[in-house]
Nanobody
Framework: QVQLVESGGGLVQAGGSLRLSCAASGRAFSDYTVGWFRQAPGQERTFVAAITSSTATYYADSVKGRFTISRDNAKNTVYLQMNRVTAEDTAVYSC????????????????WGQGTQVTVSS
């Protein structure tokens, strides 16, 4: 089993930057794909980015070129660097892990963190 804890959320001005962290405890974290997802008020949870065990990365079109996902297996942590944020990035951001090959599908993920709130002020 893997336990995940997100941190780094907060209030940021439009155009600013924020770095989220997803810290994991448990075994063989490096074997998992880690994904970031977000859910805005009244909306469904959507895929943001993912990084595989081989460090291949995937991004939603809405964040491509602005967000960067990375991992530090020695620290059991995955990061989401968010740059040039806009009000549309306001949401609760959650990380999750999977070993399934389809990394953009929410049902593929089976361990989830509680989430961290990101609020972008315009």
């Amino acid at each position: 089993q893997v336990q995940l804890v997100e941190s780094g959320g907060g209030l940021v001005q439009a155009g600013g930057s924020l770095r989220l962290s997803c810290a994991a405890s448990g075994r063989a974290f490096s074997d998992y794909t880690v994904g970031w997802f977000r859910q805005a008020p009244g909306q469904e949870r959507t895929f943001v980015a993912a990084i595989t065990s081989s460090t291949a990365t995937y991004y939603a079109d809405s964040v491509k070129g602005r967000f960067t996902i990375s991992r530090d297996n020695a620290k059991n942590t995955v990061y989401l660097q968010m740059n040039r944020v806009t009000a549309e990035d306001t949401a609760v951001y959650s990380c999750a892990v999977t070993k399934a090959p389809i990394v953009m599908l929410i049902p593929s993920y089976y361990y989830w963190g509680q989430g961290t709130q990101v609020t972008v002020s315009s």
